[in-house]
């Protein structure tokens, strides 16, 4: 089943031109991995579909919904973005998890955080812990799991491994997959990383901010 | 009263203003043309209110005294509306903002009997109040823009997870509220150590008893916390939109 289709895109600023007409269907429950040299527009495209900034052209429509019928904080829950080297806020670890469910004024689920926390190898990670004592990995790790304590249809994810050691890489990719399997997540994800290119479903590559091919494969 | 100041007193105290010009000269600050300007504009505008204020008080109507104190608001907004930079509605927020902290604290001075509803009373007073606020507006605006700017990031990434503008904003929010009323708190915590304020100065000089003037310079403090904190609150929480689009994306600074 089709869940974003996404038409005619295009973004350009101050005269230059980032992404022309991207025209690309997503299935529910797919794959899909965006590569493509540095500088081609797939950052730009993650953030125009997770509606971070305005298209110039075209449409994107998540399950035969335009996003401009979603609210916009609505739709950032449905199609969540998790950054390049992602930058935690406030002050401690707590401050992040908790801050999904300050912002649905749900209260806090200790259970699911640790639950959670456990996934990603960060078992004894207390909440009191201050971000600025954190490894680059532990922080891509929290960022991750801040994306998906409340499930999103669709994750986006900016080249989350980049930096990130071997050992790290495996437990985030690993997580990545488990999100995708067992919790029924869509993922689209942009990278340059020869391992992630490895995981599974469908391949696209955009050049000099076009769609250039689009390989249908499944390992 | 013993009040000495007159005309030629005053022009042998502009050698004052000289002291200030040889300093720029001399050290090359540049401020030689601003800071005779600025005296010539202090000069002729103090001038034509004082004038001004000899006729209200004298003719004591209630529509002009209300007509006085919307001025004093309205320089007051052009002013803060300076510092907002590009803000969206700049003039708009400051002068609701202005317009309500001065409104809310005169009138619960008024209603508490410590003032009196005469223009002799009500201007001076619209006055200090509106400048306060006016300035802890401007500081609220410079705040939201640095934050704007430097947190950038952490908004956008809590938008990514599907925050409201206004929760992904409400950090910066507060610390500009308080960057706002930083001056007023710290200044009351001086009271009377490092500076003995304008209006008890003032009180002094005109020959009143210290420990009535000192009455009013907490009145005077009192009314200044209560105007700086509703400025920025309303500044602020008016203004942060502005940095958004109707889609509650965050716009280039």
Request: overall charge positive.
């Amino acid at each position: 089943m089709t869940q974003l289709k996404i038409e005619q895109l295009s973004y350009q600023v101050d005269q230059q031109v980032i992404l022309t007409d991207i025209n690309l269907t997503v299935e529910t429950g797919s794959y899909l991995t965006i590569t493509g040299p540095s500088g081609s527009g797939k950052s730009t495209l993650l953030r125009l579909i997770a509606d971070l900034l305005p298209p110039t052209k075209g449409t994107i429509v998540l399950n035969d919904r335009p996003v401009t019928q979603f609210s916009p904080n609505q739709y950032r829950q449905k199609v969540s973005y998790c950054f390049q080297q992602a930058t935690l806020f406030g002050e401690t670890v707590g401050d992040n998890l908790r801050f999904p469910y300050e912002i649905r004024h749900i209260p806090v689920d200790m259970v699911a955080i640790e639950k959670a926390l456990a996934a990603v190898g960060l078992i004894h990670m207390p909440l009191t812990k201050k971000i600025t004592t954190l490894s680059g990995g532990e922080k891509q790790r929290i960022a991750l799991i801040r994306n998906v304590l409340f499930p999103p249809e669709i994750l986006l994810l900016d080249e989350i491994t980049t930096g990130l050691d071997a050992a790290n890489k495996a437990i985030v990719l690993a997580y990545v997959r488990h999100l995708n399997e067992d919790w029924g997540i869509t993922m689209i994800a942009v990278t340059h990383d020869p391992e992630e290119l490895q995981q599974k479903g469908r391949q696209v590559q955009i050049v000099a901010g076009e769609l250039v091919n689009q390989d249908e494969f499944s390992r | 009263m013993n009040l000495a100041v007159n005309g030629l007193s005053l022009t042998f105290a502009m050698t004052l203003v000289l002291v200030a010009l040889i300093i720029s000269f001399h050290e090359k600050i540049g401020l030689e043309k601003d800071l005779i300007i600025s005296v010539l504009r202090a000069i002729v505008q103090l001038f034509i209110v004082g004038y001004l204020l000899k006729f209200i008080f004298h003719i004591n109507d209630v529509w002009l005294t209300l007509l006085m104190m919307l001025i004093i608001i309205f320089n007051a907004a052009t002013n803060a509306k300076k510092r907002a930079g590009k803000l969206r509605k700049g003039f708009l927020i400051s002068f609701i903002a202005i317009l309500i902290s001065t409104g809310v604290t005169l009138g619960l001075l008024v209603l508490a009997g410590a003032i009196k509803f005469i223009p002799s009373q009500i201007i001076p007073i619209t006055g200090m109040i509106a400048s306060n606020s006016m300035v802890a507006i401007g500081l609220s605006y410079r705040s939201l823009r640095a934050q704007f700017k430097d947190e950038r990031q952490p908004v956008l990434e809590r938008l990514a997870l599907g925050a409201t503008a206004k929760q992904a904003s409400i950090a910066i929010i507060r610390e500009s509220i308080r960057t706002g009323m930083a001056p007023t708190i710290d200044s009351a915590k001086t009271m009377g150590l490092v500076s003995l304020p304008g209006m008890m100065s003032g009180l002094i000089f005109a020959g009143i008893d210290p420990v009535k003037a000192i009455m009013y310079q907490i009145l005077v403090t009192f009314m200044l916390l209560s105007a700086t904190s509703l400025g920025s609150v309303i500044a602020c929480y008016l203004a942060y939109r502005s940095f958004y689009n109707e889609r509650e994306q965050l716009l280039e600074l």
